[in-house]
């Protein structure tokens, strides 16, 4: 019963900014790691970046020196924020879960339902 709620995604000119929020919600005892991904048109989803609950950060090349991933554990939220937009980063972006729910042992993965970032001018 865990459920990913993202927001944040639109429309902005190459070189601008955006965040991304994605919010867990459910019986969720802990949230091993919390990730970003996207996929563009005529591509494979493809990893953004990823944080561990103790912090620990990767990213993927492309967003190495101009996105960051931060997480709230508190509030079980993960945040990307995006800089330097180019249109090479237009696609449908998706957060991603790994989650121990309460009363179990075994981690699960869960997904978000996607929200589309478009860089444009």
């Known amino acids: 019963q865990v459920q990913l709620e993202e927001s944040g995604g639109g429309l902005v000119q190459p070189g601008g900014s955006l965040s991304l929020s994605c919010a867990a919600s459910?019986?969720?005892?802990?949230?091993?790691?919390m990730g970003w991904y996207r996929q563009a048109p005529g591509k494979q989803r493809e990893l953004v970046a990823t944080?561990?609950?103790?912090?620990?950060?990767n990213y993927a090349d492309s967003a190495e020196g101009r996105f960051t991933i931060s997480r709230d554990n508190a509030k079980n939220t993960a945040y990307l924020q995006m800089n330097s937009l180019t249109p090479e980063d237009t696609a449908d972006y998706y957060c991603n879960a790994i989650v121990v729910l309460e009363y179990t042992t075994t981690a699960r993965s869960y997904w978000g339902q996607g929200t589309q970032v478009t860089v444009s001018s």
């Open positions: 944080i561990l609950d103790g912090g620990i950060t």
């Open positions: 459910g019986t969720i005892f802990n949230i091993n790691a």
